[in-house]
Protein backbone atom coordinates (compact mmCIF):
# COMPACT_ATOMS: atom_id res chain seq x y z
CA UNK A 1 0.00 0.00 0.00
CA UNK A 2 1.47 3.44 -1.26
CA UNK A 3 1.93 6.04 1.28
CA UNK A 4 -0.83 8.02 -0.84
CA UNK A 5 -2.93 5.25 -0.38
CA UNK A 6 -2.67 4.52 3.61
CA UNK A 7 -5.69 5.19 5.68
CA UNK A 8 -5.43 8.06 8.25
CA UNK A 9 -6.45 11.43 9.28
CA UNK A 10 -7.20 14.21 7.03
CA UNK A 11 -4.06 16.68 6.90
CA UNK A 12 -5.16 20.00 8.49
CA UNK A 13 -3.49 22.95 7.02
CA UNK A 14 -0.71 24.78 8.99
CA UNK A 15 -2.66 27.98 8.83
CA UNK A 16 -5.23 26.12 10.57
CA UNK A 17 -2.84 25.34 13.53
CA UNK A 18 -1.61 28.83 14.86
CA UNK A 19 -3.89 30.87 17.47
CA UNK A 20 -6.12 34.05 16.82
CA UNK A 21 -4.68 36.81 17.58
CA UNK A 22 -5.83 38.55 20.66
CA UNK A 23 -9.16 39.95 21.26
CA UNK A 24 -9.14 44.16 20.30
CA UNK A 25 -6.19 43.43 17.58
CA UNK A 26 -7.64 43.91 14.07
CA UNK A 27 -5.41 40.67 12.17
CA UNK A 28 -6.95 41.35 8.59
CA UNK A 29 -5.85 44.71 7.35
CA UNK A 30 -5.14 45.24 4.02
CA UNK A 31 -2.71 47.37 5.17
CA UNK A 32 -0.85 45.02 7.19
CA UNK A 33 2.20 42.79 5.61
CA UNK A 34 1.85 39.69 3.41
CA UNK A 35 1.76 36.72 6.03
CA UNK A 36 -0.02 38.81 9.19
CA UNK A 37 -3.37 37.36 9.62
CA UNK A 38 -4.70 38.10 5.72
CA UNK A 39 -4.17 34.62 4.65
CA UNK A 40 -6.37 31.75 6.09
CA UNK A 41 -8.29 31.66 9.43
CA UNK A 42 -6.73 31.20 12.63
CA UNK A 43 -8.66 30.28 15.40
CA UNK A 44 -7.94 27.56 18.19
CA UNK A 45 -9.85 23.95 17.46
CA UNK A 46 -13.20 23.63 18.46
CA UNK A 47 -13.91 27.01 20.47
CA UNK A 48 -11.12 26.05 23.02
CA UNK A 49 -9.76 29.55 24.60
CA UNK A 50 -11.68 31.45 21.25
CA UNK A 51 -13.56 34.32 21.44
CA UNK A 52 -16.72 32.83 23.43
CA UNK A 53 -17.45 30.09 26.11
CA UNK A 54 -20.51 28.70 24.70
CA UNK A 55 -22.71 27.19 27.51
CA UNK A 56 -22.39 23.62 27.22
CA UNK A 57 -25.85 22.34 28.73
CA UNK A 58 -27.25 24.29 25.91
CA UNK A 59 -29.82 21.86 23.37
CA UNK A 60 -27.18 22.97 20.49
CA UNK A 61 -23.98 22.43 21.85
CA UNK A 62 -24.89 18.48 22.99
CA UNK A 63 -25.72 17.82 19.57
CA UNK A 64 -22.54 19.44 18.23
CA UNK A 65 -20.56 17.62 21.20
CA UNK A 66 -22.42 14.03 20.00
CA UNK A 67 -21.77 14.65 16.24
CA UNK A 68 -17.91 15.78 16.40
CA UNK A 69 -17.81 12.52 18.80
CA UNK A 70 -18.72 10.65 15.55
CA UNK A 71 -16.48 12.87 13.18
CA UNK A 72 -13.80 11.98 15.68
CA UNK A 73 -14.34 8.19 15.53
CA UNK A 74 -14.54 8.18 11.86
CA UNK A 75 -11.16 9.95 11.16
CA UNK A 76 -9.83 7.56 13.40
CA UNK A 77 -6.38 6.04 11.69
CA UNK A 78 -7.55 2.18 12.67
CA UNK A 79 -11.34 2.18 13.20
CA UNK A 80 -12.46 4.87 10.68
CA UNK A 81 -12.69 5.33 7.19
CA UNK A 82 -9.93 5.57 5.38
CA UNK A 83 -8.90 8.94 3.90
CA UNK A 84 -6.69 9.05 0.86
CA UNK A 85 -5.58 11.14 -1.97
CA UNK A 86 -7.22 10.11 -5.23
CA UNK A 87 -4.87 9.67 -8.79
CA UNK A 88 -6.95 10.61 -12.04
CA UNK A 89 -5.35 10.61 -15.23
CA UNK A 90 -4.05 14.66 -15.06
CA UNK A 91 -4.81 15.74 -11.39
CA UNK A 92 -5.21 14.16 -8.21
CA UNK A 93 -7.82 14.96 -5.02
CA UNK A 94 -6.02 15.12 -2.28
CA UNK A 95 -7.58 13.61 1.86
CA UNK A 96 -11.10 12.46 0.46
CA UNK A 97 -12.96 9.41 1.90
CA UNK A 98 -15.96 7.63 -1.19
CA UNK A 99 -19.36 6.14 0.21
CA UNK A 100 -17.98 4.14 2.56
CA UNK A 101 -19.44 6.67 5.03
CA UNK A 102 -22.63 4.98 5.06
CA UNK A 103 -20.95 1.69 5.83
CA UNK A 104 -19.42 2.95 8.37
CA UNK A 105 -22.97 3.95 10.09
CA UNK A 106 -24.59 1.23 10.03
CA UNK A 107 -21.49 -0.62 11.61
CA UNK A 108 -20.44 1.52 14.25
CA UNK A 109 -24.21 3.34 14.89
CA UNK A 110 -25.98 -0.23 15.00
CA UNK A 111 -28.17 1.21 12.05
CA UNK A 112 -30.32 -1.92 10.14
CA UNK A 113 -31.61 0.49 7.35
CA UNK A 114 -28.93 2.04 4.40
CA UNK A 115 -31.65 4.91 3.95
CA UNK A 116 -31.89 5.68 7.68
CA UNK A 117 -27.65 5.94 7.80
CA UNK A 118 -28.06 7.80 4.69
CA UNK A 119 -30.38 9.96 6.59
CA UNK A 120 -28.52 10.42 9.36
CA UNK A 121 -25.28 11.40 7.67
CA UNK A 122 -27.23 13.48 5.26
CA UNK A 123 -28.09 15.90 8.68
CA UNK A 124 -24.25 15.41 10.16
CA UNK A 125 -23.17 16.81 6.43
CA UNK A 126 -25.78 19.51 6.75
CA UNK A 127 -24.10 20.95 9.48
CA UNK A 128 -20.84 21.09 7.69
CA UNK A 129 -18.98 18.15 9.59
CA UNK A 130 -18.37 17.03 5.88
CA UNK A 131 -19.54 17.81 2.20
CA UNK A 132 -18.88 16.94 -1.20
CA UNK A 133 -16.20 18.26 -3.15
CA UNK A 134 -18.02 19.28 -6.21
CA UNK A 135 -21.46 20.19 -5.07
CA UNK A 136 -22.79 23.11 -2.99
CA UNK A 137 -25.95 20.78 -1.79
CA UNK A 138 -24.38 19.05 1.51
CA UNK A 139 -26.02 16.39 1.73
CA UNK A 140 -24.82 12.11 2.12
CA UNK A 141 -25.14 10.01 -1.22
CA UNK A 142 -24.37 6.51 -1.15
CA UNK A 143 -22.33 6.51 -4.97
CA UNK A 144 -19.25 7.63 -6.28
CA UNK A 145 -19.01 10.73 -4.74
CA UNK A 146 -16.19 12.06 -3.08
CA UNK A 147 -16.29 14.07 0.46
CA UNK A 148 -13.59 15.73 2.65
CA UNK A 149 -13.97 16.14 6.18
CA UNK A 150 -14.47 20.08 7.34
CA UNK A 151 -11.22 21.20 9.67
CA UNK A 152 -12.28 22.10 13.38
CA UNK A 153 -11.94 25.54 12.83
CA UNK A 154 -14.78 25.85 10.87
CA UNK A 155 -17.43 23.32 12.99
CA UNK A 156 -20.42 25.16 14.08
CA UNK A 157 -19.55 24.42 18.41
CA UNK A 158 -17.21 27.57 17.66
CA UNK A 159 -20.50 29.27 17.73
CA UNK A 160 -20.18 31.53 13.99
CA UNK A 161 -22.20 34.07 12.99
CA UNK A 162 -20.27 35.85 9.58
CA UNK A 163 -20.90 38.74 8.83
CA UNK A 164 -22.16 39.82 5.32
CA UNK A 165 -18.46 41.63 5.15
CA UNK A 166 -17.10 38.54 5.80
CA UNK A 167 -18.95 36.85 2.47
CA UNK A 168 -18.52 39.78 0.70
CA UNK A 169 -14.37 39.25 0.99
CA UNK A 170 -14.92 35.60 0.18
CA UNK A 171 -16.63 36.24 -2.51
CA UNK A 172 -14.46 38.99 -3.91
CA UNK A 173 -11.90 36.80 -3.36
CA UNK A 174 -13.15 33.58 -5.60
CA UNK A 175 -13.35 36.23 -8.58
CA UNK A 176 -9.60 37.02 -8.64
CA UNK A 177 -8.49 33.56 -8.36
CA UNK A 178 -8.77 32.20 -12.34
CA UNK A 179 -9.23 28.62 -11.80
CA UNK A 180 -12.30 26.52 -12.95
CA UNK A 181 -13.35 24.73 -9.53
CA UNK A 182 -13.55 28.49 -8.18
CA UNK A 183 -15.92 29.70 -10.31
CA UNK A 184 -19.34 31.70 -8.90
CA UNK A 185 -22.04 29.90 -9.58
CA UNK A 186 -25.23 32.11 -10.39
CA UNK A 187 -26.76 32.78 -7.05
CA UNK A 188 -23.10 33.19 -5.63
CA UNK A 189 -22.83 35.86 -8.39
CA UNK A 190 -25.80 37.47 -7.84
CA UNK A 191 -24.89 37.74 -3.85
CA UNK A 192 -21.92 39.55 -5.06
CA UNK A 193 -23.87 42.14 -6.89
CA UNK A 194 -26.69 42.67 -4.16
CA UNK A 195 -23.14 43.33 -1.32
CA UNK A 196 -20.98 45.49 -3.73
CA UNK A 197 -24.84 47.53 -4.02
CA UNK A 198 -24.87 47.52 0.00
CA UNK A 199 -21.34 48.47 1.06
CA UNK A 200 -20.84 50.60 -1.96
CA UNK A 201 -19.05 52.85 0.86
CA UNK A 202 -16.60 50.56 2.01
CA UNK A 203 -16.01 48.30 -1.01
CA UNK A 204 -12.89 49.36 -1.51
CA UNK A 205 -11.68 48.07 2.00
CA UNK A 206 -13.15 44.69 0.89
CA UNK A 207 -11.34 44.96 -2.51
CA UNK A 208 -8.52 45.66 -0.52
CA UNK A 209 -8.84 42.75 1.91
CA UNK A 210 -9.65 39.99 -0.81
CA UNK A 211 -6.66 41.10 -3.05
CA UNK A 212 -4.46 40.71 0.27
CA UNK A 213 -5.53 37.01 0.89
CA UNK A 214 -4.98 36.31 -2.44
CA UNK A 215 -1.80 37.00 -2.38
CA UNK A 216 -0.89 35.25 1.01
CA UNK A 217 -2.61 32.33 -0.37
CA UNK A 218 -0.41 32.09 -3.90
CA UNK A 219 1.79 31.25 -1.57
CA UNK A 220 1.01 28.53 0.07
CA UNK A 221 1.48 24.92 -1.40
CA UNK A 222 -0.80 23.54 -3.88
CA UNK A 223 -2.50 20.73 -2.35
CA UNK A 224 -3.01 22.72 1.03
CA UNK A 225 -4.33 25.34 -1.07
CA UNK A 226 -7.12 23.23 -2.78
CA UNK A 227 -8.01 21.48 0.67
CA UNK A 228 -8.68 24.92 2.39
CA UNK A 229 -10.45 26.78 -0.57
CA UNK A 230 -13.16 23.45 -0.43
CA UNK A 231 -13.25 23.72 3.47
CA UNK A 232 -14.14 27.67 3.52
CA UNK A 233 -16.79 27.07 0.62
CA UNK A 234 -18.56 24.48 2.52
CA UNK A 235 -18.77 26.85 5.66
CA UNK A 236 -20.35 29.43 3.52
CA UNK A 237 -22.97 26.68 1.83
CA UNK A 238 -23.61 26.23 5.54
CA UNK A 239 -23.77 29.83 6.58
CA UNK A 240 -25.55 31.21 3.41
CA UNK A 241 -26.29 27.84 1.58
CA UNK A 242 -27.86 27.40 -2.23
CA UNK A 243 -31.45 28.66 -2.55
CA UNK A 244 -33.88 25.57 -1.85
CA UNK A 245 -31.89 24.56 0.82
CA UNK A 246 -32.61 24.59 5.19
CA UNK A 247 -30.24 26.91 6.62
CA UNK A 248 -29.10 25.01 9.45
CA UNK A 249 -27.37 27.58 11.19
CA UNK A 250 -31.14 29.81 12.05
CA UNK A 251 -32.85 29.99 15.29
CA UNK A 252 -36.44 30.21 15.93
CA UNK A 253 -37.06 33.45 17.51
CA UNK A 254 -39.17 32.11 19.95
CA UNK A 255 -36.54 29.78 21.34
CA UNK A 256 -34.11 33.22 21.07
CA UNK A 257 -36.17 34.61 23.54
CA UNK A 258 -36.42 31.69 25.42
CA UNK A 259 -32.42 32.07 26.34
CA UNK A 260 -31.79 34.53 29.09
CA UNK A 261 -28.05 34.92 28.07
CA UNK A 262 -26.97 35.19 24.16
CA UNK A 263 -24.29 33.09 24.03
CA UNK A 264 -24.05 33.64 19.95
CA UNK A 265 -22.06 36.36 19.54
CA UNK A 266 -21.00 37.59 15.93
CA UNK A 267 -17.24 36.55 15.14
CA UNK A 268 -15.54 37.88 11.69
CA UNK A 269 -14.25 34.44 10.06
CA UNK A 270 -11.56 36.81 8.63
CA UNK A 271 -10.79 38.97 11.88
CA UNK A 272 -11.78 42.07 10.34
CA UNK A 273 -10.84 45.30 12.06
CA UNK A 274 -14.14 45.96 15.12
CA UNK A 275 -15.12 49.10 13.22
CA UNK A 276 -16.18 47.17 9.91
CA UNK A 277 -18.36 45.09 12.10
CA UNK A 278 -22.03 46.26 12.50
CA UNK A 279 -22.83 44.77 16.52
CA UNK A 280 -26.41 44.26 17.34
CA UNK A 281 -27.43 47.09 19.62
CA UNK A 282 -28.70 44.01 21.91
CA UNK A 283 -24.94 42.20 22.44
CA UNK A 284 -22.25 43.84 23.68
CA UNK A 285 -18.65 43.31 22.35
CA UNK A 286 -17.57 42.21 25.19
CA UNK A 287 -16.56 38.44 25.80
CA UNK A 288 -17.18 37.89 29.69
CA UNK A 289 -20.88 37.21 29.97
CA UNK A 290 -22.82 38.35 32.75
CA UNK A 291 -26.19 38.17 34.59
CA UNK A 292 -28.52 40.75 33.31
CA UNK A 293 -29.20 43.89 35.58
CA UNK A 294 -32.53 45.42 35.67
CA UNK A 295 -30.71 48.53 33.90
CA UNK A 296 -29.92 46.14 31.14
CA UNK A 297 -33.56 45.06 30.71
CA UNK A 298 -34.65 48.38 31.00
CA UNK A 299 -32.39 49.72 28.45
CA UNK A 300 -33.50 46.91 25.80
CA UNK A 301 -37.59 47.71 26.65
CA UNK A 302 -36.32 51.25 25.99
CA UNK A 303 -34.60 50.18 22.69
CA UNK A 304 -37.40 47.85 21.35
CA UNK A 305 -39.85 50.18 22.00
CA UNK A 306 -38.05 53.09 20.11
CA UNK A 307 -37.85 50.34 17.70
CA UNK A 308 -41.94 49.78 17.52
CA UNK A 309 -42.14 53.56 16.99
CA UNK A 310 -39.88 53.70 14.32
CA UNK A 311 -41.13 54.62 10.66
CA UNK A 312 -39.26 52.06 7.73
CA UNK A 313 -40.31 52.50 4.67
CA UNK A 314 -38.13 50.68 1.82
CA UNK A 315 -39.91 51.53 -1.30
CA UNK A 316 -39.52 48.78 -3.87
CA UNK A 317 -38.20 49.07 -7.70
CA UNK A 318 -41.81 48.12 -8.24
CA UNK A 319 -43.39 50.45 -6.82
CA UNK A 320 -41.02 53.13 -8.05
CA UNK A 321 -41.31 51.96 -11.56
CA UNK A 322 -45.39 52.48 -10.81
CA UNK A 323 -45.01 55.91 -9.81
CA UNK A 324 -42.95 56.83 -12.87
CA UNK A 325 -45.38 54.97 -15.13
CA UNK A 326 -48.56 56.72 -12.99
CA UNK A 327 -46.90 60.01 -13.53
CA UNK A 328 -46.17 59.04 -17.07
CA UNK A 329 -49.61 58.70 -18.52
CA UNK A 330 -51.37 60.91 -15.70
CA UNK A 331 -52.61 63.12 -18.94
CA UNK A 332 -53.93 60.24 -21.05
CA UNK A 333 -56.30 59.36 -17.85
CA UNK A 334 -59.36 61.04 -18.18
CA UNK A 335 -60.65 59.76 -14.72
CA UNK A 336 -58.00 62.15 -13.20
CA UNK A 337 -57.09 64.39 -16.16
CA UNK A 338 -60.04 65.73 -18.15
CA UNK A 339 -59.62 65.10 -21.71
CA UNK A 340 -59.29 67.89 -24.62
CA UNK A 341 -61.48 67.38 -26.37
CA UNK A 342 -64.42 66.73 -24.43
CA UNK A 343 -65.72 62.79 -24.49
CA UNK A 344 -67.67 62.81 -27.50
CA UNK A 345 -69.51 59.72 -25.21
CA UNK A 346 -70.33 62.57 -22.88
CA UNK A 347 -70.49 65.50 -24.37
CA UNK A 348 -71.87 66.70 -28.37
CA UNK A 349 -68.33 67.19 -29.19
CA UNK A 350 -67.31 65.03 -32.04
CA UNK A 351 -63.62 66.63 -32.43
CA UNK A 352 -62.06 63.52 -30.61
CA UNK A 353 -63.65 61.14 -33.01
CA UNK A 354 -62.41 63.06 -36.01
CA UNK A 355 -58.36 63.54 -34.77
CA UNK A 356 -58.82 59.52 -34.01
CA UNK A 357 -59.82 58.96 -37.47
CA UNK A 358 -57.50 61.94 -39.32
CA UNK A 359 -54.25 60.77 -40.62
CA UNK A 360 -52.56 63.98 -38.50
CA UNK A 361 -52.04 62.92 -35.37
CA UNK A 362 -51.91 64.97 -32.66
CA UNK A 363 -48.99 65.90 -30.63
CA UNK A 364 -50.77 64.02 -27.45
CA UNK A 365 -50.84 60.88 -29.25
CA UNK A 366 -47.33 61.28 -31.27
CA UNK A 367 -45.62 61.22 -27.57
CA UNK A 368 -47.28 58.37 -26.80
CA UNK A 369 -45.81 56.46 -29.13
CA UNK A 370 -42.00 57.64 -27.02
CA UNK A 371 -43.53 55.64 -23.87
CA UNK A 372 -43.03 52.33 -25.74
CA UNK A 373 -42.97 50.01 -28.74
CA UNK A 374 -46.15 48.60 -27.84
CA UNK A 375 -47.95 52.12 -27.65
CA UNK A 376 -46.55 53.05 -30.88
CA UNK A 377 -47.94 49.56 -32.66
CA UNK A 378 -51.56 50.00 -30.88
CA UNK A 379 -51.94 53.55 -32.58
CA UNK A 380 -52.50 52.87 -36.32
CA UNK A 381 -50.67 56.25 -37.45
CA UNK A 382 -48.32 54.88 -35.27
CA UNK A 383 -48.09 51.97 -36.94
CA UNK A 384 -47.44 53.30 -40.21
CA UNK A 385 -45.15 56.17 -39.14
CA UNK A 386 -43.16 52.76 -37.66
CA UNK A 387 -43.47 51.01 -41.10
CA UNK A 388 -42.49 54.05 -43.33
CA UNK A 389 -38.97 54.73 -41.55
CA UNK A 390 -38.56 50.63 -41.60
CA UNK A 391 -39.45 50.73 -45.48
CA UNK A 392 -36.76 53.73 -45.38
CA UNK A 393 -34.17 51.20 -43.56
CA UNK A 394 -35.45 48.65 -45.69
CA UNK A 395 -35.75 46.25 -42.67
CA UNK A 396 -40.05 46.85 -42.85
CA UNK A 397 -40.16 42.82 -43.43
CA UNK A 398 -39.31 42.44 -39.37
CA UNK A 399 -42.78 44.61 -38.73
CA UNK A 400 -44.69 42.64 -41.47
CA UNK A 401 -43.95 39.23 -40.49
CA UNK A 402 -45.30 41.06 -36.63
CA UNK A 403 -48.68 42.01 -37.92
CA UNK A 404 -48.84 39.06 -39.97
CA UNK A 405 -48.47 37.09 -36.75
CA UNK A 406 -50.79 39.24 -35.04
CA UNK A 407 -53.41 38.60 -37.84
CA UNK A 408 -53.36 34.63 -37.36
CA UNK A 409 -53.87 34.76 -33.88
CA UNK A 410 -57.37 36.52 -35.25
CA UNK A 411 -58.14 34.27 -38.18
CA UNK A 412 -61.42 32.23 -38.17
CA UNK A 413 -59.63 28.33 -36.92
CA UNK A 414 -60.40 26.74 -40.72
CA UNK A 415 -58.06 29.66 -42.24
CA UNK A 416 -55.49 29.38 -39.62
CA UNK A 417 -52.86 26.48 -41.51
CA UNK A 418 -53.19 27.93 -44.79
CA UNK A 419 -52.38 31.33 -43.95
CA UNK A 420 -49.61 29.77 -41.32
CA UNK A 421 -48.14 28.06 -44.68
CA UNK A 422 -48.38 31.54 -46.12
CA UNK A 423 -46.40 32.99 -43.77
CA UNK A 424 -43.19 30.79 -43.86
CA UNK A 425 -43.20 30.95 -47.58
CA UNK A 426 -43.14 34.65 -47.40
CA UNK A 427 -41.01 35.36 -44.30
CA UNK A 428 -39.06 32.22 -43.65
CA UNK A 429 -39.01 29.52 -46.46
CA UNK A 430 -35.51 29.01 -47.63
CA UNK A 431 -35.59 31.97 -50.94
CA UNK A 432 -38.28 33.79 -49.27
CA UNK A 433 -39.00 37.07 -50.94
CA UNK A 434 -39.07 39.15 -47.13
CA UNK A 435 -37.01 36.81 -45.34
CA UNK A 436 -36.24 37.82 -41.67
CA UNK A 437 -33.53 37.27 -39.26
CA UNK A 438 -34.33 35.06 -37.02
CA UNK A 439 -31.98 33.23 -34.58
CA UNK A 440 -31.42 29.11 -34.94
CA UNK A 441 -33.50 28.06 -31.64
CA UNK A 442 -36.27 30.23 -32.60
CA UNK A 443 -36.75 28.79 -36.15
CA UNK A 444 -36.43 25.34 -35.17
CA UNK A 445 -39.06 25.84 -32.67
CA UNK A 446 -41.37 27.25 -35.27
CA UNK A 447 -40.11 24.61 -37.78
CA UNK A 448 -41.70 22.10 -35.19
CA UNK A 449 -44.66 23.99 -34.47
CA UNK A 450 -46.03 24.15 -38.19
CA UNK A 451 -46.24 20.50 -38.43
CA UNK A 452 -49.73 20.70 -36.38
CA UNK A 453 -50.47 24.42 -37.27
CA UNK A 454 -52.12 26.49 -34.68
CA UNK A 455 -52.96 30.12 -33.68
CA UNK A 456 -49.58 30.28 -31.69
CA UNK A 457 -47.05 28.22 -33.92
CA UNK A 458 -45.12 31.83 -34.47
CA UNK A 459 -45.14 32.76 -30.99
CA UNK A 460 -41.70 32.33 -30.59
CA UNK A 461 -40.01 33.67 -34.12
CA UNK A 462 -42.30 37.02 -33.20
CA UNK A 463 -41.33 37.63 -29.78
CA UNK A 464 -37.45 37.14 -31.22
CA UNK A 465 -38.77 39.70 -33.95
CA UNK A 466 -40.37 41.95 -31.47
CA UNK A 467 -37.22 41.97 -29.48
CA UNK A 468 -35.19 42.73 -31.93
CA UNK A 469 -37.36 45.71 -33.19
CA UNK A 470 -37.64 47.02 -30.08
CA UNK A 471 -33.97 47.03 -29.27
CA UNK A 472 -32.45 48.11 -32.26
CA UNK A 473 -35.23 49.67 -35.11
CA UNK A 474 -37.62 51.52 -32.47
CA UNK A 475 -34.75 53.30 -30.52
CA UNK A 476 -33.49 54.72 -34.30
CA UNK A 477 -37.16 55.42 -34.72
CA UNK A 478 -37.16 57.99 -31.92
CA UNK A 479 -34.02 60.09 -33.05
CA UNK A 480 -35.33 60.18 -36.75
CA UNK A 481 -36.44 63.03 -37.99
CA UNK A 482 -39.82 61.74 -39.12
CA UNK A 483 -40.50 61.20 -35.74
CA UNK A 484 -39.07 64.47 -34.61
CA UNK A 485 -40.98 67.01 -37.07
CA UNK A 486 -44.50 65.12 -35.99
CA UNK A 487 -42.93 65.89 -32.27
CA UNK A 488 -42.73 68.96 -32.64
CA UNK A 489 -44.98 70.01 -35.29
CA UNK A 490 -47.58 72.37 -34.20
CA UNK A 491 -50.66 73.03 -36.11
CA UNK A 492 -51.16 76.53 -37.38
CA UNK A 493 -54.25 79.23 -35.44
CA UNK A 494 -56.94 79.75 -37.90
CA UNK A 495 -56.49 83.58 -38.06
CA UNK A 496 -59.26 85.69 -38.95
CA UNK A 497 -57.74 85.94 -42.26
CA UNK A 498 -58.51 82.65 -43.00
CA UNK A 499 -61.41 82.47 -41.89
CA UNK A 500 -62.83 85.01 -44.46
CA UNK A 501 -61.22 83.26 -46.92
CA UNK A 502 -62.77 80.13 -46.29
CA UNK A 503 -65.91 82.02 -46.36
CA UNK A 504 -65.19 83.69 -49.98
CA UNK A 505 -64.35 80.35 -51.27
CA UNK A 506 -67.73 78.98 -49.78
CA UNK A 507 -69.36 81.77 -50.91
CA UNK A 508 -67.79 81.85 -54.49
CA UNK A 509 -68.96 77.66 -54.85
CA UNK A 510 -72.13 78.37 -53.98
CA UNK A 511 -72.64 81.26 -56.60
CA UNK A 512 -70.87 78.86 -58.85
CA UNK A 513 -73.38 76.27 -58.73
CA UNK A 514 -76.44 78.24 -58.43
CA UNK A 515 -75.36 79.80 -61.71
CA UNK A 516 -75.30 76.92 -63.78
CA UNK A 517 -78.68 75.53 -62.40
CA UNK A 518 -80.09 79.33 -64.06
CA UNK A 519 -78.39 78.27 -66.87
CA UNK A 520 -79.18 74.65 -67.18
CA UNK A 521 -83.35 76.14 -66.81
CA UNK A 522 -82.76 78.79 -69.29
CA UNK A 523 -81.53 76.09 -71.69
CA UNK A 524 -84.29 74.04 -71.13
CA UNK A 525 -87.36 76.51 -71.23
CA UNK A 526 -86.05 77.57 -74.52
Same mark, same amino acid.
Given at each position: ????E??G =?????????????????P???A?????E??G??E???G???????????S???I???????????????T?GVP??????????I???????IV?????N?????????M?????I???G????I?D?????????????????????S??W?PE?????????K?T?QN????????????????????????WE??F?????????????????????????R??????R?VP?????????????R =??K?P?????S???L?E??????P????S???????K????????F?????????M??????????S??????E?D??????????????????????E??????Q?????W???????L???????Q?????????????????L?????K??P??E???????????F?A?????????????Y???????????????????????K??????Y?????????Q???T?R???ET??? =? =??????????V?????????????Q??
Amino acid at each position: MSEDERPG =REPVPAAMAEASPPSGEPSGGATQEAGEGTGAPECPVGGAGGTVDPDEDSPNMIVYRKIEDIITRIQDETEGVPIRTVKSFMTKIPSVVTGQIVQWLMKNLAIEDPAEAMHVGSLIAAQGYFFPISDHVLSLKDDGTFYRFQAPYFWPSNCWEPENTDYAIYLCKRTMQNKTRLELADYEAENLARLQRAFARKWEFIFMQAEAQVKIDRKKDKTERKILDSQERAFWDVHRPVPGCVNTTEMDIRKCR =RIKIPQRVKKSVYGLAEETQTQSPSHTPSHVTRKGTKEDVEKEILFLNMQLDRHCMKMSKVADSLMSYTDQHLEYDPFVTPPEPANPWTSDDFTAWDLEASKDPSQQRVRKWGFSLDEALKDPAGRDQFLRFLESEFSSENLRFWLAVQDLKRRPLHEVAERAQEIWAEFLAEGAPSSINLDSHSYERTSQNLKDPGRYSYEDAQDHIYKLMKSDSYTRFLRSNAYQDLLTARKKPETEQG =R =RTSLEKFTRSVGKSLTGKRLTGLMQSS
